[in-house]
């Protein structure tokens, strides 16, 4: 489980899940040699999901995907109950692996943090990947509590979207050699992959997959040159996917390029007049959009 791994957006259309739309975008995926597909992630919105939803789009990925590709699906919560349920659903759904963020708003200390995280790896059977991304959840997994949960058997790794590349260098140098530190952030994929991380989770691989996966593997095969040409040729694509909330720059993107409506669940809205003209601008570019 390594490489450019897309943590794929959720489409919508009238309020409802665009399906249409959504099997268009993973087919996108496969056809580009992205890695894995995530599912339900944060990219993903499932914060306004209903369960039932959660379900059925884990469901509808497994299907689309067929075997062709990995599957993570996204099955955190703030409650470590919930997260449990999810978790053991994607499981017998056929998932190949979850992904947990950290409890958001709870602010847990570092004891609950490794209870919650012990508690879900406890009730099943199939990879776990921690999410570290304190922008989002104002909370931070330290080292020392992913040292610790690297001893769990089925803890496999960390999306790590700290932006701290010390945090990413002691986490790698202290945890077992099988676990893999994944970027969470599009602009720091080369520095990490360079200190010993294995891939990326990546929003920008939802408009330019072949580009993510071509670094990534470049990077992991040591052709640094090409790496490092193809992330300062792509930087500014990985910026400007953030100029607002992300998923809404993504969105915006894909609705540029005729791949996705631009409909998001409130709290997020549409983007400024003045940022759509930025991301247009960066996609033309880029190459991304005539």
């Not at 259309?13 to 099997?23: L, N, P, T, V």
Request: net charge neutral; glycine share 6%.
């Amino acid at each position: 489980m390594t490489g450019s791994i897309v943590a794929i957006v959720t489409p919508m259309k009238g309020g409802r899940i665009d399906k249409e739309a959504y099997r268009r975008l993973v087919e996108f995926q496969v056809e580009n040699k992205t890695s894995a597909i995530l599912t339900c992630g944060c990219t993903g919105e499932p914060a306004t999901m209903s369960m039932e939803e959660h379900h059925e789009l884990i469901d509808y990925t497994l299907k689309i995907v067929d075997g062709r590709v990995h599957v993570m699906a996204g099955t955190g919560s703030n409650n470590t109950r919930e997260a449990v349920e999810l978790s053991r659903y994607a499981q017998k759904a056929g998932a190949d692996s979850v992904l947990l963020i950290t409890p958001y708003y709870n602010k847990p200390t570092q004891k609950g943090l490794l209870l919650h995280y012990q508690e879900v790896a406890a009730n099943i059977s199939i990879p776990l990947i921690l999410y570290n991304v304190p922008s989002r959840t104002g909370i931070s997994i330290s080292p020392e509590t992913v040292l610790e949960l690297s001893r769990v058997k089925n803890i496999a790794g960390i999306k790590e979207a700290s932006g701290n590349l010390d945090q990413v260098s002691q986490i790698v140098s202290s945890c077992r050699e099988d676990f893999i530190v994944f970027s969470g952030d599009d602009s720091l994929t080369l520095p990490i992959i360079s200190v010993g991380g294995k891939g990326v989770i990546s929003v920008a691989a939802n408009i330019i997959p072949a580009q993510v996966a071509e670094m990534v593997d470049a990077a992991l095969s040591n052709r640094w040159n090409e790496a490092r040409r193809i992330h300062l040729d792509m930087f500014p694509v990985f910026k400007v996917l953030f100029v607002e909330t992300n998923p809404i720059p993504v969105k915006t993107a894909l609705w540029l390029m005729k791949m996705a409506e631009m409909e998001w669940r409130l709290p997020l809205t549409g983007p400024s007049a003045e940022n759509i003209k930025k991301i247009r601008s960066v996609l033309k570019s880029r190459g991304v959009i005539t």
